[in-house]
């Protein structure tokens, strides 16, 4: 038998056996996922069950199937249809985790890109990573077209920058300023980042403002630059390090705003002005004050220790000293936030594998690639933030309802 006709049939069984495989693989896929979103609405409903109308009818249901929709991955288009939920109570509506409204295509493709660009991987490397992590059903995504991503992604950036924020109502923001490493020069951008929480608890990443430095003037320029844009009503209570320009520029374009200091940075600040043999005894009482169920308590345990360390550590009881009255702000807030508000942790535990990275890699290549793959990993993350725990209270702080050591205040 001829050698080619014998080379052919076996690449066509080949071709074959692969196209069974990928088909077969696809609707695993698909069977996987399907019972996923379908094992989410169960539990969802179930949940909810005790939920009533005054005609004993559950409030939140089943109701059949919405429309078959495709989504793309790694091994292929995948059909899904996801389950229709009838919540009746009042502010509430279901949403998958699974599969997310208008979501087309595998999040892994998705965030794999700027993850990928951010560690440093060439613009022609990016199809064999891709393809090599979610296997040929990842086409397509040749050089060209990887900067032609990255070009629409700059585009989008700018016109998020852009968006309008009239209406909007943060009740409460963390800011912080993030450096990073540009790899084709000598150039280390200060990227000024804002993320907030509405009044009904959602945390939105606010702005990515490119910086030169965390100067008042930077700051400035990020607030200023978000009023222009529609945003009036001026947040209750601003979270941040007090080491940046942030408090003063806060100051000038939305003095209603009260303050509080990190504590995550302030104990490393003071602890850095300690001696180690001294350090775990500080920061012991460090975290009674921040711990402490009323201000009251916390107040003595700030007397203690500028009574043990002012002598001997003069620095160290300065730099607690010096933001006392920032400190201890979130005492008039709810005992539920105070988790979220003694610190920036909505930030810090977003961009703590960003840093990672760049310190890794040496960064991105220019500075407005920097900031673009920043913004889309940001952006990536936020979808997976979480809503503020008990956010019905939120409208009680907007009200003006005062709160003592945590505890609404009971009216004369």
């Known amino acids: ?200 608890g959602t945390k939105e990443l606010v702005t990515i403002h490119d910086g030169e430095r965390e100067s008042k003037l930077s700051w400035l320029e990020a607030l200023r630059d978000l009023k222009r844009h529609g945003l009036q009503e001026a947040p209750l209570l601003a979270v941040g390090d007090g080491a940046l320009g942030f408090w003063g520029a806060l100051e000038e374009e939305f003095p209603g705003t009260r303050e509080q200091r990190c504590w995550v940075h302030k104990t490393a600040n003071i602890l850095d002005k300690l001696p180690k043999k001294v350090q775990p005894s500080a920061k012991e009482l460090i975290h009674e004050m921040y711990m402490s169920s009323t201000k009251k308590d916390a107040l003595e345990s700030f007397d203690e220790f500028m009574a043990l360390y002012s002598a001997k550590y003069p620095k160290a009881a300065n730099c607690l000293a010096k933001d006392k009255d920032q400190l201890f702000t979130f005492y008039d807030f709810p005992a539920e936030h105070w988790k979220h508000i003694r610190t920036t942790n909505p930030i810090e535990s977003t961009f703590a594998t960003i840093r990672h990275r760049q310190r890794q890699t040496k960064g991105c290549g220019s500075r407005t690639a920097t900031l673009t793959m920043v913004y889309k990993l940001a952006r990536s993350a936020e979808k997976r933030w979480r809503k503020l725990s008990s956010y019905k209270l939120l409208g009680k702080i907007i009200t003006g309802v005062r709160f003592i050591d945590g505890i609404e205040a009971q009216a004369a």
């Open 1 to 200: 038998m001829d050698k080619n006709i014998v080379f052919d049939h076996q690449s066509r069984v080949e071709s074959e056996a692969r196209s069974t495989l990928e088909e077969l693989l696809r609707e695993g896929a698909r069977k996987m996922l399907q019972a996923a979103i379908e094992a989410e609405v169960s539990d969802y409903t179930e949940r909810h069950k005790s939920c009533l109308d005054e005609s004993g009818h559950r409030l939140v249901v089943r109701n059949g199937h919405l429309p078959a929709r495709s989504l793309q991955s790694g091994v292929g288009p995948i059909q899904l249809k996801q389950p229709r939920v009838n919540d009746k109570r009042e502010g509430e509506k279901f949403s998958s985790s699974i599969l997310p409204p208008y979501m087309r295509r595998s999040p892994s493709i998705e965030d794999l890109i700027p993850l990928l660009y951010l560690k440093g991987i060439s613009t022609n490397s990016f199809g064999e990573a891709l393809k090599s992590i979610l296997g040929p059903g990842a086409d397509g995504l040749s050089p060209s077209t990887i900067s032609r991503l990255k070009g629409a992604w700059e585009d989008e950036y700018q016109e998020w920058q852009e968006r309008d924020l009239s209406g909007k109502r943060y009740v409460y923001i963390w800011a912080d300023g993030i450096y990073f490493n540009v790899r084709l020069n000598s150039e280390r951008p200060c990227l000024l980042v804002i993320i907030g929480t509405l009044a009904d």
